[in-house]
């Protein structure tokens, strides 16, 4: 017969705790996506490109390297990155394969940009501006034309 209010003591002691537990639970305020830094309602925190430019003049959607300019400024406005990654490519079907990685930004605090320094290459191909999600799992990419004025203008 001891057994009996024994176990009624242990039922009331868990019962207790429990009710504790779930008081502390109730009391905690709930998070939504605006209180996680860095992370933009409208997309659900996604890695997003708003805009990518240079400092060039544009003709026909293509930025034009005039003769003698041996650098470009590439920008990019971006939301929810923790890595902005430069390539360039060259034009032509199934080329992605043969790109290069010419710059990357890992502190957007002064804005997510690359300054390049090219020397005297000369330009008919494509840059990616692949930005990396702060959410470790998505990815977006924008891509520029570029090309090169040769000694007749053209």
Not at 80 to 85: A, D, G, S, W
Not at 119 to 129: A, P, S, W
């Amino acid at each position: 017969m001891r057994r009996i209010p024994i176990v009624t003591l242990c039922l009331l002691f868990i019962l207790i705790l429990s009710a504790c537990n779930n008081d502390v639970y109730e009391k905690q305020p709930e998070k939504s996506v605006e209180d996680i830094p860095g992370i933009s309602e409208n997309n659900g925190g996604k890695a997003q490109i708003l805009e990518v430019s240079t400092d060039l003049e544009k003709e026909n959607g293509w930025s034009i390297v005039p003769k003698g300019v041996r650098t470009m400024t590439i920008s990019a406005e971006v939301e929810n990155v923790e890595t902005v990654l430069f390539w360039i490519t060259p034009t032509g079907t199934a080329t992605w394969g043969e790109r290069t990685l010419i710059g990357i930004d890992i502190d957007g605090d002064d804005g997510w940009s690359f300054e390049w320094e090219f020397g005297d290459r000369k330009f008919h191909d494509h840059i990616t501006v692949q930005a990396l999600g702060s959410d470790s799992a998505t990815q977006a990419q924008e891509t520029l034309n570029v090309h090169s004025v040769d000694e007749n203008g053209e």
